[in-house]
């Protein structure tokens, strides 16, 4: 069975830092680019970056680009998400999702970014 | 960047009718790749249709998409009470990845 587990959300401050992480089983992630994903609860859905399988190929959404930093490690099954600068629009349930039609997700971990 | 538009933003709708939601791209999606998702309240997006047409695995066939070029549509031939949800559209075919902004399939 494919699994996908978000872990690493809180509450932080503006300007702060946060490393989100995705432990994936059940599917050779390796072979897998994989994507993060924002939610603002109550709200629609927003796509942050994609990293391909061996992480050579990355790309952002504007509004993190230059902030935030994808990353995985597949000897460890685990996507990443290195997010600093934090500001109060970061806020939001963080899905990690397989490529390319977003067909496995996790079950997000919220960040609230807030003084 | 692609913007989705999803109309209606509500539908109110009976068990055992049909609805039918629509997603207007403000220019060409690339291939048809649109998809399609179910969100259910404190649950993760379900895939429900890919490549504008095609049902993902495990779908029922009462879900059906169409469409090419800007217009899409979902229809859910005859609404079971689990398919009272939130549907999103997503367009694939450029960068970046942009989702419409959500339709409401509420019980009437």
């Known amino acids: 069975e494919v699994q996908l587990v978000e872990s690493g959300g809180g509450l932080v401050q503006p300007g702060g830092s946060l490393r989100l992480s995705c432990a994936a089983s059940?599917?050779?992630?390796?072979?897998?680019?994989m994507h993060w994903v924002r939610q603002v609860p109550g709200k629609g859905l927003v796509w942050v970056s994609r990293?391909?399988?061996?992480?050579?190929?990355?790309i952002y959404a504007d509004s993190v680009r230059g902030r935030f930093t994808i990353s995985r490690d597949n000897a460890k099954n685990t996507l990443y998400l290195q997010m600093n600068s934090l500001r109060v629009d970061d806020t939001g349930v963080y899905y990690c999702?397989?490529?390319?039609?977003?067909?496995?997700w996790g079950q997000g971990t919220l960040v609230t970014v807030s003084s | 960047e692609i913007v989705l538009t999803q109309s209606p933003g509500t539908l109110s709708l009976s068990p055992g009718e049909r609805a039918t939601l629509s997603c207007r791209a403000s220019q060409t999606v690339s291939n048809n790749y649109l998809t399609w998702y179910q969100q259910k309240p404190g649950q993760a997006p379900r895939l429900l249709i890919y490549g504008a047409s095609s049902r993902a695995t495990g779908i029922p066939d009462r879900f059906s998409g169409s469409g090419s070029g800007t217009d899409f549509t979902l229809t859910i031939s005859r609404l079971e009470p689990e398919d009272f949800a939130v549907y999103y559209c997503?367009?694939?075919?450029?960068?970046?990845?942009?989702f419409g902004q959500g339709t409401k399939v509420e019980i009437k």
């Open positions: 990293i391909n399988n061996d992480g050579s190929s990355i």
């Open positions: 997503l367009q694939h075919g450029s960068s970046p990845r942009t």
């Open positions: 059940g599917f050779t992630f390796s072979n897998y680019w």
């Open positions: 999702a397989s490529h390319p039609y977003f067909d496995f």
